[in-house]
């Protein structure tokens, strides 16, 4: 597509429960970012894959967040057992390569509410 | 651990006038410095980097930046602001030293410009 592509945009859900958030990146773009962005902060990166592999996972804050790309275009960052801090935009990007220098074009991210 | 630090959290200018959005880095060797900028209920859209070469890098909607390597500056320009340039504007680095590694940026707190006409 023309750009980066988030499902849904809003989800909210209850404490406990799993969800799915999905990212389709432009095309073409072997590189893909999640980032998570709090109430007045700034992004904070969170998993970065290149191809399938998920090549630096440092940044997911526990065992309770997971993320997937199975084929190297759509991904899948996957929430177990939400708390309500896991309230957040969460955005993914997408980029050309994996040089440092590369652009990483966001999508428009989709709001978690945890109640 | 690289680090970015944008020290005011809102910047009011009048339109017309010229704008300033600061920005600190500290980061392992040398940078790749980035400038963001989020509309509302919009993602964050590339500005202008700063990879090598020219210290004053020119982007998008007559934006420009200054990479100044003893002060670890890259503050934001813009010679006569409008009001639809009122946003949030994000700085961000990721070091070189990662080469085709990722780039994993690290974002400051993001800055909100106003433009007041």
């Known amino acids: 597509g023309a750009g980066v592509s988030q499902t849904p945009s809003n989800k909210v859900t209850e404490k406990g429960k799993y969800v799915e958030l999905r990212c389709d990146p432009i095309s073409g773009h072997t590189a893909l970012y999640w980032y998570r962005q709090s109430l007045g902060q700034g992004p904070e990166f969170l998993i970065y894959?290149?191809?399938?592999?998920?090549?630096?996972d440092s940044g997911l804050p526990n065992d309770r967040f997971f993320a997937v790309r199975p084929e190297g275009s759509v991904s899948t960052l996957k929430i177990q057992r939400t708390e309500r801090g896991d309230s957040a935009v969460y955005l993914c990007?997408?980029?050309?390569?994996?040089?440092?220098?590369?652009?990483?074009?966001f999508g428009a991210g989709s709001r978690l509410t945890v109640l | 651990a690289q680090s970015v630090a944008q020290p005011e959290d809102q910047v009011n200018v009048a339109e017309g006038n010229p704008l300033t959005v600061k920005c600190t880095y500290s980061v392992s060797g040398n940078p790749y410095l980035f400038w963001y900028v989020q509309y509302p209920n919009r993602g964050l859209q590339f500005l202008l980097k700063?990879?090598?070469?020219?210290?004053l890098v020119k982007g998008s909607y007559g934006f420009e930046a200054e990479f100044n390597k003893s002060q670890t500056s890259f503050h934001l320009k813009k010679p006569s602001a409008l009001v639809s340039d009122s946003a949030l504007y994000f700085c961000?680095?990721?070091?070189?030293?990662?080469?085709?590694?990722?780039?994993?940026?690290?974002f400051g707190g993001g800055t909100r410009l106003m433009v007041k006409p």
């Open positions: 990007a997408s980029s050309l390569g994996s040089s440092g220098a590369n652009v990483l074009t």
């Open positions: 700063y990879i090598t070469g020219d210290n």
């Open positions: 894959f290149q191809g399938t592999g998920a090549a630096d």
């Open positions: 961000a680095v990721s070091p070189t030293m990662n080469n085709n590694a990722g780039n994993m940026l690290t």
